[in-house]
């Protein structure tokens, strides 16, 4: 059998990683500036992780959610504190999309309504109901197209209100990632956020905040929401949540009531996915993790904005996304085959930075010193493809 082509392929197979640098077969290694898309958190097989992960398999790897599983509340406990929201409720699932999957349909319950806002550039992910409230007509199928979704224009205030006044009553939910990832890096102002929050309180909507990518500490606040300082009432999570372990989960809102079969899933809070996350917690605490994080972002985002020639330096944290000129066209892929760093994309040519949180000031030099001599091709005009 052969693999569903659906990806396409750099001609790289990784062996081994440790930390921020990744082995491939040949023994070349590299340095990992886009964390698997935003999804290693605390850095690649931390020795923490890899003893959580190996003692819960040696005690138990798996029973089903008809009993308790201790280790979801042990993760549960954690999560509450680091993330402050102690008072919340966690429902555990597999993957980012699940989890916006799961709060779109949480917030349709509890409203009784259909309708849903969601904004351009948008990615939610790839099931049903995340992927039609994800503004990519390319990766939507015709099953999945429904009318229950409208698109407005991001940190547009006076669409927002315009929408809500026609048509408040029969909104469910807002839908927003705090730091739009896939659509190029566009960071949601604060007062956008707090204005879906008014919003949402008057006409009885939710309020989702979509933290699958732009949260976890990747900001430099848990939540990139929450620079905005109003709570949302569901957080969908994922990513870096498991350093690579798949979990996802959504934190609910201590006003939003559950009941018996309302949201369900065979693998999701499996114990070995909490071992992962509660790994990922303590390390998180233990080295400052989101300390780090913002401290790495604001020394490269200077020192990218020193370069000059690369436009649009943003974002907040670990989660940084640039314009290269058309000069530099290449410049992703030279950075890749010859400086060996891997770097992330954003249709049609944003550079994005997703690193582990743990990225020491060596590596993010060590990045800066490749993009300065990519930098110096700019204005080089023999500058040549490779
Ligand atoms: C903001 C956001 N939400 C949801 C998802 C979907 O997550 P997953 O691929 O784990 O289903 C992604 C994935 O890139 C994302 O960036």
Known sequence: MKLFDVYPHHNIAIERALGSSLWDEKGREYLDMYGGHAVISIGHTHPHYVQRITAQLSSFGFYSN?????????????LGEVSGRPDYQLFLCNSGAEANENALKLASFHTGRKQIIAFRRSFHGRTSLAVAATDNPTILAPVNQTDHITFLPFNDDAALEACFQANGDQIAAVIIEGIQGVGGIHVAEDTFLQHIRRLCNHYGALYIADAVQCGYGRSGRFFSHDFAGVPADIYSVAKGMGNGFPIGGILIAPHIQ???????????GNPLACAAALAV??????????????????FLQDGIHQLQVMQQVRGRGLMIGFDPPPSLKDLRRNLLFQHHIFTGEAKPSVVRLLPSLALSMAHANRFLEALRAEASKAADPSNTTT
């Not at 009993?67 to 954690?78: D, F, N, Y």
């Open 66 to 78: 008809s009993v308790h599983i201790r280790i979801q509340e042990e993760l549960a406990g954690r």
């Open 281 to 298: 917690l303590e390390v998180m605490q233990r080295e400052a993790l989101m300390d780090n994080a913002a401290k790495m972002g604001s």
């Open 258 to 268: 559950a009941r018996h079969s309302m949201l369900g899933t065979t693998f999701g």
